[in-house]
T-cell receptor, first 112, second 116 residues
Framework: GQNIDQPTEMTATEGAIVQINCTYQ??????LFWYQQHAGEAPTFLSY????GLEEKGRFSSFLSRSKGYSYLLLKELQMKDSASYLC?????????????FGSGTRLLVRP | DTGVSQNPRHKITKRGQNVTFRCDPI?????LYWYRQTLGQGPEFLTY????????KSRLLSDRFSAERPKGSFSTLEIQRTEQGDSAMYLC??????????????FGEGSWLTVV
């Protein structure tokens, strides 16, 4: 089976840095994805990690440790528009469909 | 690249009626997925197509749900005899494998269903 855990809610201040953690358990592993979802809208792709380490993409970075079953999404220089839900998703190595299994999401509120 | 397109965007229906949603994936993508999402939850996998073949269905997909992708391009998701518990956002997504993206899945804007 698969299990993905992430905090339900976080609050941060505009201009600050926030780290959203995700832990997972899968029978196999073939990639971890982060998506951003604004209220009432579809998830949009942010990042993809399949090897250990940090992937940086502008203000957003994502880290993966496969041995620990752990990832985090780091958001720097927070802006009000970053208020959204952040979804962690994993893909199982043995799954030929390449489907993603999602966590429940972390709702981030950025305050002025 | 017009992205994944879904319609209708919103549907309100009476309990017991049938509804159908359409998805047009990104044109070169051979994989197509349907997910369902309720408030405060992440998307839940419903079914998967590779080209026109439906290769996987979740246990969430009861007999009242049927999905097709007749020519390997657009897909439809039909819900028969809708129940209030079917109220959710139905998300379509598509993907195609590349070395850089690792089969990243891209979502459409979703179709909101409200069953009254």
């Amino acid at each position: 089976g698969q299990n993905i855990d992430q905090p339900t809610e976080m609050t941060a201040t505009e201009g600050a840095i926030v780290q959203i953690n995700c832990t997972y358990q899968t029978s196999g592993f073939n990639g971890l994805f982060w998506y951003q979802q604004h209220a009432g809208e579809a998830p949009t792709f942010l990042s993809y990690n399949v090897l250990d380490g940090l992937e940086e993409k502008g203000r957003f970075s994502s880290f993966l440790s496969r041995s620990k079953g752990y990832s985090y999404l780091l958001l720097k220089e927070l802006q009000m528009k970053d208020s959204a839900s952040y979804l962690c998703a994993v893909r199982d190595r043995v799954d030929s469909s390449y489907k993603l299994i999602f966590g429940s999401g972390t709702r981030l509120l950025v305050r002025p | 690249d017009t992205g994944v397109s879904q319609n209708p965007r919103h549907k309100i229906t009476k309990r017991g009626q049938n509804v159908t949603f359409r998805c047009d994936p990104i044109s070169e993508h051979n994989r197509l997925y349907w997910y369902r999402q309720t408030l405060g939850q992440g998307p839940e996998f419903l079914t998967y197509f590779q080209n026109e073949a439906q290769l996987e269905k979740s246990r969430l997909l009861s007999d009242r749900f049927s999905a097709e992708r007749p020519k390997g391009s657009f897909s439809t998701l039909e819900i028969q005899r809708t129940e209030q518990g079917d109220s959710a956002m139905y998300l379509c997504a598509s993907s195609s494998f590349t070395l850089n993206s690792g089969n990243t899945i891209y979502f459409g804007e979703g179709s909101w269903l409200t069953v009254v």
